[in-house]
Each structure stands twice: as structure tokens, then as C-alpha cells.
């Protein structure tokens, strides 16, 4: 039995982290071409409108992966019936979301730009990728639902090619529409837009096929299944939002600080945050739908092994991925840097050494998060997600940065993931004791 929850932990972890590092491509992708095509500036504009593309796709994420837990859980215990039914009401509140999103992106794009600190000389670029972006978000809900929905039922690997898949059209895309095009920030945007499309071509396989167990039933929207979904994916919203969240705070703390050029170097290692995380993020909703399964069959057993194994692999990343920090903070940071701005060189090569010290705090909180997500105990899962994401990252933030400047921007996010993580083993030794079920 041991064999076969590795085997099932390899398998969804490993087809989830490649998955999501092809997914968070959506944004490097733009970094690159948006540094290479329209320099600092453009680069100062995608990085403000980066928080406003967590929410949307935070939103997809709490909407899929309450829902796929939900429906994980319900179709082990043989419940089809009510399986479809948290489809269907999953797929119905993304509806709602979208139909949001698309007002404001209508209506308030100028007035958002304007809260999120765009001066004149980036005001037009930053609210051109916002207004697209906000217009584009009914496919990046849908996707992310159907996406998760598609793992939870036993098909990872078309997850994965999804994900993967919509990645790359992307990075061609933002080629073809900046460079050949001369489309600019509209391309960009344009491209990132119509990734998730081709990643919902992908998944239509699923139901090709015919190897769906969900499909969509006549019903309205029912107060206790959203709340369900939104309670058990809240913590995945949240994990999500934080980044935006940080990049939001940090971009109006370094624009005091350091100005446009600050912005633009933030903007590198956030965007390689991005990257990084969602090896975290990978692993985390990889064991969701195996730690789900055997919640619900009363196996703690393998829900323990399970989670010993992320944290394991966790580890290893976060060794790989500092090392390689340390060892070529400038050759990463040159990547971006298309002017060879020497204010924005030296500004990033200390932030990465000092920021990326966060990765094995913040791989433990977000797998560690998500597995109370796993076996419905969503309490310490907001707590968490809370805590690193809003209550400890925005006043540390603000007292660092004051008392160190710079060097206490780049310290506030590790300094967090410190804290919230030994909170987070408080709450697992508390709760591991009141897992209501038996093992083996």
C-alpha cells in the first residue's frame, strides 16, 4: 500500500509542478518580452498589473480547488449524484466572478491603474494589460476550474498538457504579437489571454473521450455547497492573493524608496517569485486529490505518508533553487535587464539574495495549507493563509523597510514565511490529533 501512495505522490506532484511551472510562464514570458520590447517602462507597467491577474486567477483557483476537493471527497463515498452537483454549482459561481471582473474591467480599468500607482509616463500601458486582462477573465476562471476538476478525476496528466500547452502558446504568442506584430503591451496581454482558451481546448479531451465521471446537472446555485467550495478553496485564494498583496505593497514601498527603476527590479524578482512558488504550488495541489482520497476512505495512514513526502521534495527544491540564487544572482537579473540599467542591476542582485531566503518557509506554509484543505479542516488552513498573505507581510513590510530601507523590503517576505511557518507547526501538531479518521 506504502509503494503505491509514492507511486500516486510522484505522479500527481510531478505532472502538478511541471504543470504549474508552464502555467506561471504566463507572466515570465511577459517579463521577458515586455523588457526586451518596451523596456523599464513597460516592465514598471506589467509589474503593477500583476496584482490584479492574482486576484482573477486566485478566484479560479478557490472556486476549483474547493470544488475538486469537495468532489474528490463525495466521489469516493460513491455520491455521484452530489458530485455533479458541486460541479455544476462550481461552475455556476465562476460565472459570477466573471460577470465581475468584466464589469470592472469595462468600467473601472482607469480608475484601477490610478489605485495601484501607475504615473503618466505608465499609466496608458498599465491600463491597457488591466482593461484585457479583466475581459479575458471568464477563461482564466473556467480554466482553472476545469483544470482542477479534470485532476481530481484521475487525469493529472492532462492537467499537466493543459497547463503546459496554454504556457506555450503563450510565449509564441508574446513573440509573435510584440516583435513581428509591434503590438506592444496590447500584445502581451493579448497573448496571456488566450492561453487559458487553448488550455480549455486541451481539456475538452476529457470529455471527448468520454472518460468524465462530472458533467453538468439543471439546478441553481446552493448557499451550502458555495459555501463549501468557497470555505475549503478560500486557503488557495488567499495563497494566491498574498503574492499580489506583497507585489501591491512593496510596489508603493519601493517607489518612494527607489522610484520607476525600483519598480522595474522588483519586478524581476517577483516575477521569478512567481515562478518559484509555483513549484510550491505544484506540489501542494498535486497531493490534494490523493490526500482527498484517502481522507475520505479513513486511511490516515497514507494521508501522513503523503504529506511527508511533499515536505520532502519541498526540501529538495528549495535547496536547488537558493543555491542557484546565490550563484548567479547576476546573470538572472541581466536576463531582464534589455538597457543594462546599472541602478536596476544592482538593486535586483541584492534583493534576490535576500528575498529567495523565504523558499523553504514558504513551500511549508503553502503544502501545509493546502493539506487541511485536503482532509476539510479549513480553520488553520485560513489562518495560515491569512496570517502570510495580509496580517504579518504588510506591517512587516512597512516597519522594515522603514528601520532598513531597501534592504528591509527584500527581508519583510522571508521574515513573514519564518513567523507564519512556526505557526503553522503549532496548529499541525494541534490538529493531527483530531483528524477524524482511522488508520490501517
Wanted: charged letters at 10%.
Amino acid at each position: 500500500m506504502k509503494s503505491n501512495c509514492f507511486r500516486d505522490f510522484v505522479q500527481y506532484s510531478s505532472f502538478n509542478v511541471l504543470g504549474m511551472l508552464g502555467l506561471s510562464c504566463y507572466i515570465l514570458a511577459d517579463t521577458f518580452f515586455v523588457s526586451k520590447g518596451l523596456g523599464t517602462n513597460g516592465l514598471t507597467a506589467l509589474n503593477l498589473a500583476i496584482p490584479v491577474y492574482s486576484l482573477i486567477h486566485g478566484s479560479g483557483l478557490m472556486i476549483g480547488m474547493g470544488g475538486g476537493t469537495k468532489y474528490s471527497i463525495q466521489n469516493i463515498q460513491g455520491d455521484r449524484r452530489e458530485a455533479n452537483r458541486i460541479f455544476t454549482n462550481a461552475v455556476l459561481l465562476a460565472g459570477v466572478f466573471a460577470t465581475f471582473f468584466v464589469l470592472a474591467g469595462i468600467f473601472l480599468a482607469g480608475p484601477i491603474t490610478s489605485v495601484l500607482g501607475a504615473d503618466d509616463r505608465v499609466f496608458r500601458m498599465t491600463e491597457t494589460y488591466l482593461k484585457v486582462l479583466l475581459l479575458f477573465s471568464p477563461a482564466f476562471l473556467m480554466n482553472n476550474v476545469l483544470l482542477c476538476f479534470v485532476r481530481n478525476d484521475g487525469a493529472p496528466q492532462l492537467s499537466m498538457a493543459a497547463m503546459t500547452g496554454g504556457s506555450l502558446s503563450n510565449i509564441v504568442l508574446d513573440y509573435v504579437f510584440i516583435f513581428p506584430c509591434g503590438m506592444g503591451i496590447f500584445g502581451a496581454v493579448l497573448a496571456t489571454g488566450m492561453a487559458p482558451l487553448i488550455s480549455m481546448l486541451i481539456l475538452s479531451l476529457h470529455f471527448v473521450r468520454r472518460k468524465s465521471n462530472f458533467c453538468f446537472v439543471k439546478g441553481r446555485l446552493g448557499v451550502s455547497r458555495i459555501t463549501g467550495i468557497i470555505t475549503s478553496g478560500f486557503p488557495s485564494l488567499v495563497t494566491e492573493l498574498s503574492s499580489g498583496i506583497v507585489m501591491l505593497v512593496f510596489n508603493f514601498i519601493i517607489l518612494r524608496l527607489q522610484g520607476n527603476v525600483g519598480v522595474a527590479a522588483y519586478g524581476v524578482i517577483a516575477n521569478l517569485s512567481l515562478v518559484i512558488m509555483s513549484i510550491y504550488t505544484g506540489i501542494a495541489q498535486g497531493i490534494q486529490p490523493i490526500v482527498s482520497r484517502s481522507y475520505g476512505a479513513g486511511n490516515a495512514k497514507d494521508v501522513r505518508a503523503i504529506l511527508r513526502y511533499a515536505l520532502t521534495a519541498m526540501l529538495l527544491f528549495s535547496f536547488i533553487i537558493y543555491s542557484a540564487v546565490v550563484m548567479w544572482p547576476g546573470q538572472i537579473s541581466s536576463i531582464f535587464n534589455s538597457e543594462h540599467d546599472e541602478v536596476l542591476q544592482r538593486i535586483a542582485v541584492q534583493g534576490l539574495r535576500l528575498y529567495f531566503t523565504a523558499c523553504p518557509f514558504a513551500g511549508f506554509n503553502i503544502i501545509i495549507s493546502m493539506y487541511f484543505t485536503s482532509v476539510e479542516h479549513p480553520l488553520p488552513a485560513h489562518i495560515i493563509s491569512i496570517l502570510r498573505g495580509i496580517a504579518v507581510v504588510i506591517p512587516m513590510a512597512v516597519i522594515l523597510s522603514f528601520l532598513a530601507r531597501m534592504t528591509g523590503v527584500w527581508c519583510a517576505f522571508p521574515c513573514t514565511e519564518l513567523l507564519v511557518a512556526a505557526v503553522s507547526v503549532v496548529l499541525l501538531k494541534k490538529t493531527e490529533k483530531r483528524v477524524p479518521i482511522t488508520a490501517d
